[in-house]
């Protein structure tokens, strides 16, 4: 059985200061965060992610890094940063942080020197052209926000290159000072004690850019490198990579070495979400049928992470102009309900109706699927959007805790807040909660944690293989099995509203006592698996053996 963490993980995603504030200023905190890790733990996560934690203007939500060897002073210090990866610890979870290192903020001691003057030290980290690049307005990753990919900089008299925001600069990564200095970062963190890195932007972070070449080369030997290091410094430590690329351009990032994975251990699937959200959309499991016969076999070590929603938008660049239109349509039929043209600001419950059948399928489905999965803070509750929020901070409001004002994730006054708390309507805090849920055994809450604690029983799901079932099945019912050397788990769920019957008879030989392990309701016994009932929108999760 495999010994990789990471593959076994179950892991949560959190905004510091949107999830617990123990201090009543409106903002939530570490000490807060360290309040709620037996609520975590409860659930059955192993490990956190944790978005940006560093001081910051916080004009990206953090992703603007104003110093890297500290904590935001909002959510605490230092020494509430290490109180809680102890608490973390004791409890078996692990904590990884967002390695932002593609730009810092404009507002970076490193950025403010090197404009100021051609002779600063920092000149040479930043990437600068004397003049106007011609491919300026091009590759600008938040269309509509952002007007070029190259801004003219009045005190340092030259261009400057951003892929992202006017006020993140991109760090020169061909300098090995800054490559020295971004190792020296992780270094710093592991000792401190978290489990790996999240890593933004990562084809970003390898771009060689140079002024008028839309195309630059890419230094993938720089994610060789860093692995190697983070790797030296602590053996178990991860790098969870943002990596939006074309298809075949994936395994450049896993690396291969003699068949193992020599950079990132793992890269969030972007194509299968967006697969996923056509499949849900469509009630039809095809797309993520070809996701799964298209997925190119990883090195060993290298991991698929999997997520329904996330921080930002729901992306669907992947899918074709038609498809991305059919998702629009059913998830984001408000043109106000959608970004960058490419994407919807919703989270996952209004965007199924609010329908329980659909949500649970929906989150059966991704963490059966092959690799780690991901859950982003709220959805194990069911949280909404709030929409008069401007772009991304939709999905950015604060944990709801209970009924107590401002949803129990603050004292402070409403107006005082980091973000409204959604309050009111199908959404609001008082309908949709945690302490509420966590007392109600047939809550979302309660089925989150029974979903997590059957997947933890399940290690082939995160360590095995991942493969379709290819018998004849009504339209909308993907069947899928896990293997590997623990045992075999077989997954049948059902995108569409019909009732529908399987026969998986000839997987008897395989099944020595298949049990449903998890399903929407009771199903009378799969007995010889040829008449296997499934509901529409139902779920099972059959056990079909088991070795020691
Ligand atoms: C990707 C992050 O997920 C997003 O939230 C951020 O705005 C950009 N990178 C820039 O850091």
């Given amino acids: 059985m495999s010994d990789r963490w990471y593959e076994k993980a179950v892991i949560y995603c959190l905004d510091i200061d949107t999830y617990a504030d123990s201090d009543g200023d409106g903002v939530g905190d570490i000490k807060g965060l360290i309040g709620r890790l037996d609520y975590l733990a409860r659930l059955g996560v192993t490990c956190i992610w944790l978005n940006p934690i560093h001081p910051t203007p916080n004009r990206d939500d953090g992703y603007d890094v104003e110093d890297f060897y500290n904590v ?239 921080h930002d938008e729901v992306d669907l660049s992947r899918l074709t102009a038609e498809q991305r239109n059919e998702v629009f349509e059913q998830f984001g039929p408000d043109e106000n309900m959608r970004l960058y043209g490419r994407g919807i600001r919703r989270r996952l419950a209004p965007m199924l109706g609010g329908d329980r059948r659909r949500i649970e399928l929906a989150y059966a489905l991704q963490f059966s699927l092959r690799g780690t999965p991901v859950l982003r803070y709220g959805e194990e509750i069911g949280m909404g959007e709030d929409l008069s929020q401007d772009g991304r901070n939709a999905i950015r409001t604060p944990m709801q805790w209970s009924l107590l004002p401002n949803g129990g994730f603050s004292s402070a006054k409403p107006g005082d807040l980091v973000r409204p708390v959604i309050s009111g309507g199908e959404y609001g805090y008082e309908r949709v909660n945690a302490t509420t849920q966590r007392h109600d055994p047939a809550s979302l809450l309660s089925w989150f944690e029974r979903m997590i604690r059957t997947l933890r029983e399940a290690p082939e799901v995160g360590s095995g293989s991942c493969t379709h079932v290819d018998v004849p099945a009504p339209a909308g019912v993907l069947v899928h099995r896990a293997d590997d050397v623990t045992g075999t788990m077989l997954f049948l769920h059902n995108l569409s509203d019909t009732d529908g019957v399987v026969d998986l008879g000839s997987l008897r030989p395989e099944a020595e006592f298949p049990n449903d392990v998890l399903a929407d309701r009771e199903y009378e016994e799969p007995g010889k698996l040829d008449k296997l009932a499934i509901a529409g929108y139902g779920y099972r999760w059959i056990r079909l053996r088991r070795r020691a």
């Fill in 72 to 310: 935001d002073p909002r959510f605490g210090t230092l020494g509430d940063f290490a109180e809680l990866l102890h608490q973390a610890r004791d409890l078996g979870i692990r904590v990884i942080i967002d390695l932002v290192v593609n730009h810092t903020s404009d507002q970076h001691p490193w950025f403010r020197s090197a404009r100021s003057s051609p002779d600063s030290p920092y000149r040479d980290w930043y990437v600068w052209s004397d003049s106007a690049p011609p491919d300026r307005r091009q590759g600008m990753v938040f269309p509509g926000e952002q007007a070029e990919t190259w801004s003219y900089d009045r005190t340092a008299k030259k261009w400057f290159y951003h892929r992202f925001y006017d006020f993140q600069p991109d760090l020169n990564i061909k300098n090995p000072e800054v490559r020295a200095e971004i190792r020296k970062i992780c270094s710093f963190w592991l000792q401190l004690g978290v489990s790996g890195f999240r890593m933004d932007a990562v084809p970003f972070i390898v771009e060689e850019t140079e002024a008028g070449r839309p195309d630059s080369p890419k230094d993938m030997e720089f994610i060789s490198e860093l692995r190697q290091h983070v790797q030296w410094r602590r053996g178990d430590a991860v790098l969870l990579a943002e990596a939006n690329v074309e298809p075949d351009q994936l395994k450049e990032y896993f690396g291969d070495a003699g068949g193992t994975a020599n950079r990132i251990h793992m890269l969030f699937d972007f194509m299968l979400n967006g697969r996923l959200m056509l499949a849900l959309a469509r009630g039809n499991p095809e797309g993520i049928i070809d996701a799964l016969h298209d997925t190119p076999k990883l090195p060993a070590g290298g991991q698929w992470a999997t997520f329904l929603r996330n």
